[in-house]
């Protein structure tokens, strides 16, 4: 079998360095010396990242094109895979992420076969396979099909919400809460959910990494606590100092309601904010530990994760790019 470790001198492909994950991920693996190469929509946005790290290499490409991927990839030993297409501010369904994000998909691993890729890590959602998964949710789904399908050895991490300042389902949670003492929700806010603190997750991806068993295998993550929507907003209030949020079930509101009215309510673009909230209804919790025999991560709990991403991002609302 094909030894997969990464040796001192291989260089590593990060796409989504712009991204929410990827930008925090990139300082971690340079932590560890990790040799990296960056494929970005606007190399303006890593000039940060470049100057304050060794030996990064950037390329300008785009995966829905395809432009750039074989330069990219040339002579590269394992790739993250921490990119999605959703985005934009339109009131009306938006569901043409899905099919870029399949086509970025296929892009990507036809060149990184070419180029004889390695390995893959891809972050990508939990959520049980089924009917009324979210479209978001069957995307995300997809792209982990689609990665796992060609030749680079995959690995699948599959997350709910990630709890760190500037990630789009945190920062929703984070308005909400803030801004209204009293809520109407629909039902969506009993549905069970393990969150996860993006320390652990940047843990997971550079473990991963590190650990070439991990190759060829789809792994959740979560943090130990299963809370509903409802105790994780309480707890959100506890851990920020605030008085206890009042939260009313009732059952006419529609998804769709309640996604105008994250609209009125929070910065979140809504079609980032929209394809989230319809993945509201699904329970999206880990089936199994695995990931624990293969990659050591003590794990933080929800209100101290709460914490950190304050810590991280001071001063409240409005201060982290949405
Ligand atoms: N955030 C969470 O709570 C969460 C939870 C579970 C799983 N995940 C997964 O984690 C991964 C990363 O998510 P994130 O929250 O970091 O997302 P994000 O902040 O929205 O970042 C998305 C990244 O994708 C890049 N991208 C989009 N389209 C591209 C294209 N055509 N070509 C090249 N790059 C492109 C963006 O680049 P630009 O800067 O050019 O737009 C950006 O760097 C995703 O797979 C997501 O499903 C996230």
Redesign the pocket.
Known sequence: MEDLSLLRDDRVLL????????RRLLPELKNKNIRLRL????PS?VADLVSAHKDIEVTEG???SGKGLDEALRGIHSSYY????MGGQSIFRNTKYAEKDKI?AGNFISAAEAAGLKRVIY???LGESGKDLSEHLKS?AEVGGILFSGKPAATVLR????IGAG????EMLRYLVERLPVMVCPKWIDTRIQPIALPDVLAYLVGCLLNPATAGQTFDIGGDEILTYREMMQQYAEARGLAKRLIFRVPILTPLLSAYWVDLVTPIPSGVAHPLIEGLKSEVICRDKRIDEFVGVKKTPFREAVRLAFSEEKEGPGKTGF
């Open positions: 796409l989504g360095a712009t991204g929410f994950i990827g494929l970005v929509r606007d946005k785009d995966l829905v921490l990119v999605h297409s970025s972050l990508g959602a995300r997350a709910a919400i990630i990630g789009a389902s945190f």
